[in-house]
């Protein structure tokens, strides 16, 4: 079984139809890892394009947010105005369809996390303490994230150190015995200065791994928010994978 592994798609239905497309033919299910919505335009497309492929998915907290399941004060002025337009955008279906999604679950070998095993919703993994706590809180040999838009590979190595892998994009990486915690990043809205979306390839059989990133009409995108009056500073931040 071959996964395609994506996160944070963050209602950008370019962005995901341009990762769709590159990968096409070379994934038999779709793992999604949680935020299809928040920040970008197309929310009720995204659950609809998602929806039509053979998939299991996990909620973020973007998706909690605007179901109205998680306290927004900590979100800053921008995200909370795109939280009320969701609200206001999102179908009874969709929103149906994003409360039924757990925010964590196992499959196989892997455990499925949108934040954090410790804390699946709102945890960021962005350092090494945090990293290394989390390591004790999955029974899995290997377990997969998003939540934070930055591709990453986080190995345990003997004792308390960790091997931290940032993705050059050529490479297959074989999983092996070693325990990981893999962020494939974030298809709408990324996070490490690369503005290309970013999604990843799992192969079950082999345990091999790939990190991918492809280019989108990110202006497409951005006319479009701009027609829904989103704030400006969600809209220029696409430009710079930030
Ligand atoms: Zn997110």
Redesign the pocket.
Same mark, same amino acid.
């Given at each position: 079984m071959r996964i395609l592994v994506i *996160? @944070?798609v /963050?209602a950008n239905l370019a962005a995901f139809q341009a990762v769709l497309a590159a990968a096409a033919g070379k994934w038999d299910k779709i793992w999604y890892l +949680? @935020?299809l919505v +928040?920040y970008g335009p197309n929310p009720n497309e995204c659950v609809e394009l998602l929806r039509q492929h053979e998939h299991l998915a996990l909620s +973020?907290? /973007?998706d909690w947010a605007a179901l109205g399941k998680l306290d927004i004060n900590d979100f800053n002025e921008d995200a909370r105005t795109a939280v009320f337009w969701t609200r206001d955008r999102l179908t009874e279906e969709s929103l149906a369809y994003l409360d039924s999604l757990p925010a964590k679950r196992v499959e196989g070998a892997f455990t499925l996390a949108h934040a954090s095993p410790r804390h699946p919703v709102w945890e960021y993994i962005l350092d090494y303490e945090t990293a290394l706590e989390n390591f004790d809180h999955f029974d899995t040999p290997y377990c997969l994230v +998003? /939540?934070t838009?930055v591709p990453i590979l986080v190995a345990e190595k003997e004792g308390d150190d960790l091997f931290i892998y940032v993705p050059d994009y050529k490479e297959t990486i074989y999983l092996e015995d070693t325990r990981v915690i893999i962020n494939p990043g *974030?298809i709408g809205?990324p996070r490490d200065s690369d503005p290309r979306a970013a999604y990843a390839l799992l192969n079950l059989e082999d345990l091999t791994w790939e990190f991918h990133r492809v280019n989108y009409p990110i202006v497409e995108t951005q006319a479009q928010m701009r027609s829904f009056g989103l704030p400006e500073a969600l809209v220029l931040r696409l430009d710079h994978g930030w």
């Open positions: *996160s @944070d /963050h +949680g @935020d +928040g +973020g907290n /973007h +998003g /939540h838009h *974030s809205q």
